[in-house]
């Protein structure tokens, strides 16, 4: 063959050769793009069984299902917004604190400023943190909530007044509680910290002459009959303890709950007992010195 058929025939070749990987091209970008819209359609499919079991209330298969799912997608708008509904399956449908704590910090890890879930997700990530008991850790995640007005930044102080009350923290619980009641209205949160202010300086420090304005307050001021009674049998106890019988005796006649009257004549009867008793005692002490 003369070397001008071969070249020619080279040239005619060329099309068959380019046709071949122009096609062998094609197939992998088709296959490609089957796999990749495949992969979607099964990962949309794997949310859809997730939302059906939550729909049905099967809180442990949906859970389940979206862990999968963030083992494949670990990260993403679409990952991040699994991750939010599986923190909050873990916190308010399975009670796994560990879990919802793990996933909600993760959130925060991924998420942007600007994202609208990341407030009620650090919030979350507290609760879950001081159901676990690491109550200082719950504390500083408290701390780090931008409260929205005066009444939430109040709100958030009484939980973490309350965390430091459950640590037994009382000197820093009751500079918490001063802080929700200093200069504010009387309200449910204010009524929720006189309580506590209450029950430290009664219960555990002994401070009954501190006690009792709270209780007072408590008193004259509460909306709530439960509170209220609670605070009169608070005041009569404070007052016994002072040995101050005749204002522990009074503060019980001011409750008039047809169902604590039986109680409340017993009580009032064991008062007036130790009345007499301190009584004699005195006289006993004076006659000695005389």
């Given at each position: 063959m003369?070397?001008?058929?071969?070249?020619?025939?080279?040239?005619?070749?060329?099309?068959?050769?380019?046709?071949?990987?122009?096609?062998?091209?094609?197939?992998?970008?088709?296959?490609?793009?089957?796999?990749?819209?495949?992969?979607?359609?099964?990962?949309?499919a794997a949310l859809q069984r997730a939302s059906d079991a939550w729909d049905n209330s099967d809180y442990d298969?949906?859970?389940?299902?979206?862990?999968?799912?963030?083992?494949?997608?670990?990260?993403?708008?679409?990952?991040?917004?699994?991750?939010?509904?599986?923190?909050n399956i873990y916190f308010a449908n399975l009670h796994r604190y560990?879990?919802?704590?793990?996933?909600?910090?993760?959130?925060?890890?991924?998420?942007?400023?600007?994202?609208?879930?990341?407030?009620?997700?650090?919030?979350?990530?507290?609760?879950?943190?001081?159901?676990?008991?690491?109550?200082?850790?719950?504390?500083?995640?408290?701390?780090?909530?931008?409260?929205?007005?005066?009444?939430?930044?109040?709100?958030i102080r009484l939980r973490i007044a309350d965390l430091y009350f459950d640590q037994r923290n009382y000197s820093?619980?009751?500079?918490?509680?001063?802080?929700?009641?200093?200069?504010?209205?009387?309200?449910?949160?204010?009524?929720?910290?006189?309580?506590?202010?209450?029950?430290?300086?009664?219960?555990?420090?002994?401070?009954?002459q501190q006690a009792l304005p709270i209780y007072q307050k408590l008193r004259s001021q509460t909306s709530d009959s439960k509170v209220r009674r609670r605070a009169l049998y608070n005041i009569s106890d404070c007052y016994a303890s002072l040995d101050q019988y005749d204002e522990a005796v009074r503060a019980l006649r001011e409750i008039k709950d047809p169902s604590e009257q039986d109680y409340v004549a017993r009580r009032i009867a064991d008062l007036e007992q130790q009345a007499r008793e301190a009584a004699k005692t005195m006289a006993a002490s004076r006659s000695l010195m005389h």
């Amino acid at each position: 063959m003369t070397l001008k058929k071969l070249n020619k025939n080279k040239r005619q070749n060329i099309p068959c050769v380019l046709s071949g990987r122009v096609a062998w091209a094609f197939a992998l970008v088709l296959a490609a793009g089957l796999g990749t819209w495949a992969c979607r359609d099964n990962s949309e499919a794997a949310l859809q069984r997730a939302s059906d079991a939550w729909d049905n209330s099967d809180y442990d298969k949906a859970a389940d299902l979206y862990e999968h799912y963030l083992e494949r997608h670990a990260d993403g708008d679409t990952s991040l917004h699994v991750r939010f509904r599986i923190a909050n399956i873990y916190f308010a449908n399975l009670h796994r604190y560990d879990r919802a704590a793990a996933h909600y910090r993760e959130f925060l890890n991924q998420a942007g400023p600007a994202e609208p879930e990341t407030r009620v997700v650090r919030e979350r990530l507290a609760e879950s943190l001081a159901e676990l008991g690491r109550s200082y850790e719950a504390i500083a995640e408290y701390e780090d909530i931008a409260p929205q007005d005066s009444t939430d930044r109040r709100r958030i102080r009484l939980r973490i007044a309350d965390l430091y009350f459950d640590q037994r923290n009382y000197s820093q619980a009751l500079t918490e509680y001063s802080k929700i009641t200093d200069e504010a209205s009387y309200d449910e949160i204010c009524e929720s910290a006189y309580l506590r202010e209450a029950s430290i300086y009664q219960l555990e420090r002994k401070q009954y002459q501190q006690a009792l304005p709270i209780y007072q307050k408590l008193r004259s001021q509460t909306s709530d009959s439960k509170v209220r009674r609670r605070a009169l049998y608070n005041i009569s106890d404070c007052y016994a303890s002072l040995d101050q019988y005749d204002e522990a005796v009074r503060a019980l006649r001011e409750i008039k709950d047809p169902s604590e009257q039986d109680y409340v004549a017993r009580r009032i009867a064991d008062l007036e007992q130790q009345a007499r008793e301190a009584a004699k005692t005195m006289a006993a002490s004076r006659s000695l010195m005389h």
